[in-house]
């Protein structure tokens, strides 16, 4: 039961996520994902196999932080007013709305008597999507977000080729790889997952 929770609650957190990007980029002048069907809250219009449901089955059944992804969000920079600034915000607007989406659950929790144990587990996977999309490696948001705030140079161009091409093998090693008796990925997240928990979380289930 829990599994299933878990599964359906992050199909919904991935699709707000993606949903957020293709918002903000529709309000900063890009027409893009509005024309690819992407400014939609339909999870079919996002999902991805292996990222949307192999992988959070993986998650549920192994222990793994609750992460996963959908198809990117498709952005054409030169619709774009300023598209350093811009990029940034359409980045940045995934993550945040599952942290808002998380805080908005808790406040529920909190002043509600909806069941907190339910609840809970979609705050705990919304924080746990936040947190691993803001890892500053390609294809998450945070490799935008950070490539967008610092100063563009020649060095910054050839590191951020370098990871577009490794990024995702990079991720698929911090995954698998054990680190003693969890993962590298889980060492990394962990702590700051357990942070926002802790804030979020009135009632841990």
Do not use: C
Not at 81 to 101: K, M, Q, T, V
Not at 170 to 180: A, C, N, T, Y
Request: charged share 10%.
């Amino acid at each position: 039961m829990v599994n299933i929770l878990f599964l359906f609650f992050l199909i919904i957190a991935i699709t707000i996520h993606e949903f957020s990007h293709a918002l903000v980029a529709d309000f900063l002048g890009d027409p893009t994902p509005r024309s690819h069907g992407r400014l939609t809250l339909n999870p079919m219009a996002h999902a991805d196999l292996f990222g949307t449901i192999l992988l959070p089955l993986l998650s549920a059944l192994t222990g793994i932080p609750t992460i996963g992804w959908a198809k990117p969000v498709p952005i054409d920079p030169y619709n774009l007013a300023n598209p350093r600034r811009d990029e940034f915000f359409i980045a940045a607007a995934g993550p945040l709305s599952n942290l808002l989406l998380a805080i908005i659950l808790s406040l529920v929790v909190r002043f509600s008597g909806i069941n907190s144990d339910i609840l809970s587990i979609a705050i705990l996977i919304n924080i746990s999507l936040a947190v691993f999309n803001l890892i500053p490696i390609p294809p998450l948001d945070g490799s935008k977000i950070f490539f967008n705030l610092i100063p563009d140079s020649e060095s910054s161009l050839q590191w951020q080729k370098t990871l577009d091409q490794y990024g995702f093998i990079i991720l698929l090693v911090l995954l698998f790889v054990p680190f003693g008796n969890s993962s590298l990925l889980r060492l990394i997240m962990s702590p700051i997952i357990h942070g926002f928990s802790n804030l979020l979380i009135p009632a841990r289930f």
